[in-house]
């Protein structure tokens, strides 16, 4: 349940809808299972067991993007349709032709696809109405879109923008690491990725490597701006920040996770874990922004 990865958006507040709704707006895009015919499925299932599509927890609020995928290979396809080709040409005398050739990889998807195995991926979205901050825990921002774009499609209204900071990550990274001087309350571990901004894209990566070196230094007044940097927020959360603002990696220390209370059921632990995540989260974005020298409002 605990998030690893971040891609933060920023809400209007207040957000003038309670947790009852939301859910019952959510229900009108609920998840069903693929179809024999479906190549993909895609809708909200509840974040724990099989109740309520928006676990509350504290004003925190838990949905679930769930999506089914059929698993058919192109090769498999090409493969069996190959087979039918060669078939009619052996039988006929004649090779098919490029338009019955299609017809054929058609009927042949038709064929496989409700016996293909499915195969389901859950996408978890934290929202905090009060405070202001949607989180979808997603590696990247194409399949965080994705789930913003269902999500907007089940509501009237979502008043949700991308985190615009005042500096941005690669200037500010950049700052970190030729001054040798992470923000407040955080540090500056030992992983980074600095990337050439000119066509060739020169790169070089640093893994269990100390930073404040002057070779550091030395690439980045070269040219090379850091894409990538390994950190850790008041000793309680690691993580890596790009230059797109992503979250990766991310890790709650042992100081966190020692706030846990043993429980006596799987739910009860689901949702105690949510609590503190959001908990811990809802203190450590507020940071991460101040760090970049704090959030552009738009006009």
Same mark, same amino acid.
């Given at each position: ?48 067991? *099989? ?98 774009? =269902? =999500? ?13 900071? *005042? ?82 990696? =991310? ?49």
């Amino acid at each position: 349940m605990w998030f690893k990865n971040l891609q933060i958006y920023r809400l209007a507040t207040p957000w003038n809808m309670s947790a009852e709704a939301l859910e019952a707006q959510l229900a009108s895009h609920a998840f069903h299972p693929c179809g024999n015919m479906d190549m993909e499925s895609m809708g909200w299932l509840p974040p724990f067991g *099989k109740d309520g599509l928006v676990r509350q927890v504290a004003g925190q609020w838990l949905i679930n993007l769930c999506l089914e995928q059929k698993l058919l290979p192109a090769s498999v396809i090409n493969q069996v349709t190959q087979e039918r080709v060669d078939e009619i040409e052996e039988k006929e005398g004649y090779r098919p032709g490029r338009k019955q050739v299609r017809e054929i990889k058609e009927r042949v998807t038709d064929e496989l696809l409700p016996r293909a195995f499915s195969r389901r991926r859950s996408t978890l979205i934290w929202i905090d109405p009060q405070n202001g901050w949607l989180v979808v825990d997603a590696a990247n921002g194409a399949k965080a879109d994705s789930a913003l774009e =269902l =999500l907007r499609k089940c509501l009237t209204d979502l008043p949700a923008r991308i985190i615009k900071p *005042k500096v941005s990550p690669a200037a500010a990274m950049r700052e970190w690491l030729t001054t040798d001087e992470a923000p407040a309350g955080f540090s500056v571990d030992q992983d980074c990725e600095l990337r050439s901004d000119l066509e060739e894209k020169a790169t070089v990566r640093y893994a269990h490597h100390a930073l404040d070196t002057d070779e550091v230094k030395k690439h980045i007044n070269d040219g090379k701006s850091p894409t990538r940097l390994a950190m850790t927020w008041a000793d309680r959360v690691s993580f890596v920040l790009t230059e797109r603002l992503e979250v990766k990696r =991310l890790d709650f220390l042992d100081v966190v996770r020692e706030q846990m209370d043993a429980t006596e059921s799987a739910e009860e632990q689901f949702t105690a874990d949510f609590a503190l995540m959001a908990l811990e989260l809802s203190r450590f974005l507020p940071d991460l922004v101040d760090a970049l020298g704090g959030e552009e409002v738009p006009a």
